[in-house]
């Protein structure tokens, strides 16, 4: 399985304008921020039953997950999404843990690539 889309990083590194103000470091924390709250209402919306509201918030975190590359924790909400929408017998409850789970091991993997990166670069100065 292909957790991050690199080529997607790339670009976001490629924008970044400065030392001191990361695009990418900016973008990782509003994930993380966001996943805590997104996470949890969606399990809230599927305890009260309301599968098309927890379909519009999969919407947002596909969305701010494909802004950082993460192309697992994308295809897990997307599901999600599409499933709240038709409200199918679908095991909601154990997406929500499999993208809870995909969340974090993206963020430590894209920390790790980013970390490579740094380094590889310091090697070649």
Not at 15 to 24: H, K, W
Request: charged content about 30%; proline content about 0%; some cysteine.
């Amino acid at each position: 399985m292909d957790r991050l889309n690199k080529i997607q990083i790339e670009q976001l590194k490629f924008l970044e304008t400065s030392a001191d103000e990361s695009i990418i470091k900016n973008l990782i924390e509003i994930f993380q921020e966001q996943k805590r709250t997104l996470i949890a209402e969606m399990k809230d919306h599927l305890h009260q039953g309301r599968l098309n509201r927890l379909s519009e918030v999969a919407h947002k975190l596909k969305s701010s997950a494909g802004q950082l590359g993460f192309a697992e924790v994308e295809k897990i909400s997307l599901k999600l999404e599409t499933e709240g929408r038709r409200q199918t017998d679908f095991n909601f409850a154990e997406a929500l843990q499999a993208l809870e789970a995909e969340c974090d091991c993206a963020l430590a993997e894209l920390i790790i690539y980013l970390d490579a990166d740094v380094k590889l670069s310091k090697l070649s100065a």
